[in-house]
T-cell receptor
Framework: AQTVTQSQPEMSVQEAETVTLSCTYD???????LFWYKQPPSRQMILVIR??????QNATENRFSVNFQKAAKSFSLKISDSQLGDTAMYFC??????????????FGKGTHLIIQP | DSGVTQTPKHLITATGQRVTLRCSPR?????VYWYQQSLDQGLQFLIQ???????AKGNILERFSAQQFPDLHSELNLSSLELGDSALYFC????????????????FGSGTQLSVL
């Protein structure tokens, strides 16, 4: 079974600061993908960034980057120059690729990120 | 807009009743996933269909069933509803070609908020 753990239920930072959200996971698969999804108050699930486990290079998307430590099974999200619109629940998720990803995503419990003006 | 359409957006019903949630995937996507998001359980994978066939089952109750039709839209049927079934139900779609790892990018609909009174 796969598990995803987010140990920070809530975080609060000032606008323009940098914040890092933590995520650890466990899987027996060698081939998998990791994701961060954002869920704003509108409740829409929005893909922020994804990382392929076989790639050593950390993924980046504008102000969002990850620190992927495969041996430690750690996948943290860094948000630089945080903006008010970044306020949301952030979910870390894992997809094992055995069977072509048929089992979908395993999600963590989420971190509620609040950006203060 | 993710391109995944879910109807209705909100549904209020009583215990013991039966409801149907509908999902239209993005154009060209063959895979449909159903997820349940509740306060106590978090985001849980329910079931996946690929091109009309069931591919994987997660934590789906026996009172729940789903199907994917020839036009690729999917329906999630929830019966004998209980208070604990109140949740946000998401549908997600992906290109979903088996064995090619293309299931790794899921696009989520806006969800159906189910309230069982």
């Amino acid at each position: 079974a796969q598990t995803v753990t987010q140990s920070q239920p809530e975080m609060s930072v000032q606008e323009a600061e940098t914040v890092t959200l933590s995520c650890t996971y466990d899987t027996s698969e060698n081939n998998y993908y990791l994701f961060w999804y954002k869920q704003p108050p509108s409740r829409q699930m929005i893909l922020v960034i994804r990382q392929e486990a076989y790639k050593q290079q950390n993924a980046t998307e504008n102000r969002f980057s990850v620190n992927f430590q495969k041996a430690a099974k750690s996948f943290s999200l860094k948000i630089s120059d945080s903006q008010l619109g970044d306020t949301a629940m952030y979910f870390c998720a894992l997809m094992g690729m055995t069977g072509g990803g048929a089992d979908g995503l395993t999600f963590g419990k989420g971190t509620h990120l609040i950006i203060q003006p | 807009d993710s391109g995944v359409t879910q109807t209705p957006k909100h549904l209020i019903t009583a215990t013991g009743q039966r409801v149907t949630l509908r999902c239209s995937p993005r154009s060209g996507d063959l895979s449909v996933y159903w997820y349940q998001q509740s306060l106590d359980q978090g985001l849980q994978f329910l079931i996946q269909y690929y091109n009309g066939e069931e591919r994987a089952k997660g934590n789906i109750l026996e009172r729940f069933s789903a199907q994917q039709f020839p036009d690729l839209h999917s329906e999630l049927n929830l019966s004998s509803l209980e208070l604990g079934d109140s949740a946000l139900y998401f549908c997600a779609s992906s290109v979903g070609v088996p064995g090619q790892g293309s299931n790794e990018k899921l696009f989520f609909g806006s969800g159906t908020q189910l309230s069982v009174l």
